[in-house]
Antibody, heavy 117, light 110 residues
Framework: EVQLVESGGGLVKPGGSLRLSCAAS????????MNWVRQAPGKGLEWVSS????????YYADSVKGRFTISRDNAKNSLYLQMNSLRAEDTAVYYC??????????WGQGTLVTVSS | QSALTQPASVSGSPGQSITISCTGT?????????VSWYQQHPGKAPKLMIY???NRPSGVSNRFSGSKSGNTASLTISGLQAEDEADYYC??????????FGGGTKLTVL
């Protein structure tokens, strides 16, 4: 069964840092691009970042560029999102998702990041 | 990258059909056949319902169908059922290689 499990969320003060992880299983992780997508409380989905299978291509939303860094370790079947200089508006559930034929599937269960003093 | 435009809400009675539109530009929806649709129930992760404009993943009911004309994509749900009540999001590949989602549509089954 294809499965993605996020971890690393929590409460952090404005200006702080957090590192999210996404553990993949049930498929050949190294063959797929991966996405991070977030959803603020009561709001819609927002694409955050993408990384290609070999990390050759990386893209960020303007809202996080320069503050967030996506990375992956294919040997560990893991995806990461390093989040620095966090702001209140970064408060959201963060999902990782596998990229398949231009779409995201499946999605993990999400991890909640709360930025508050 | 601006979000794709979806109606905030749609509704229909059981057994009826509804259509949700998703309007973008020639740099996203209109330029590529990588439009996808997601269903999200409250408190749950999104689920892929349609990929590449009109393809259904294995296990998704054939009551769900997708299409595209110009810069507007559409999701149609036929034979509405109570379990279809959820939020629906469209998404598209873009010319900047970044992703973009629609604002979401809340479907109410009356």
């Amino acid at each position: 069964e294809v499965q993605l499990v996020e971890s690393g969320g929590g409460l952090v003060k404005p200006g702080g840092s957090l590192r999210l992880s996404c553990a993949a299983s049930g498929f050949t992780f190294s063959s797929y691009s991966m996405n991070w997508v977030r959803q603020a409380p009561g709001k819609g989905l927002e694409w955050v970042s993408s990384i290609s299978s070999s990390s050759s291509y990386i893209y960020y939303a303007d809202s996080v560029k320069g503050r967030f860094t996506i990375s992956r370790d294919n040997a560990k079947n893991s995806l990461y999102l390093q989040m620095n200089s966090l702001r209140a508006e970064d408060t959201a559930v963060y999902y990782c998702a596998r990229v398949v034929r231009g779409s995201s599937s499946p999605w993990g269960q999400g991890t909640l990041v709360t930025v508050s003093s | 990258q601006s979000a794709l435009t979806q109606p905030a809400s749609v509704s229909g009675s059981p057994g009826q059909s509804i259509t949700i539109s998703c309007t973008g530009t020639s740099s996203d929806v209109g330029g590529y056949n990588y439009v996808s649709w997601y269903q999200q129930h409250p408190g749950k992760a999104p689920k892929l319902m349609i990929y590449e404009v009109s393809n259904r993943p294995s296990g998704v009911s054939n009551r769900f169908s997708g299409s595209k004309s110009g810069n507007t994509a559409s999701l149609t749900i036929s034979g509405l059922q109570a379990e279809d009540e959820a939020d629906y999001y469209c998404s598209s590949y873009t010319s900047s290689s970044r992703g973009v989602f629609g604002g979401g549509t809340k479907l109410t089954v009356l």
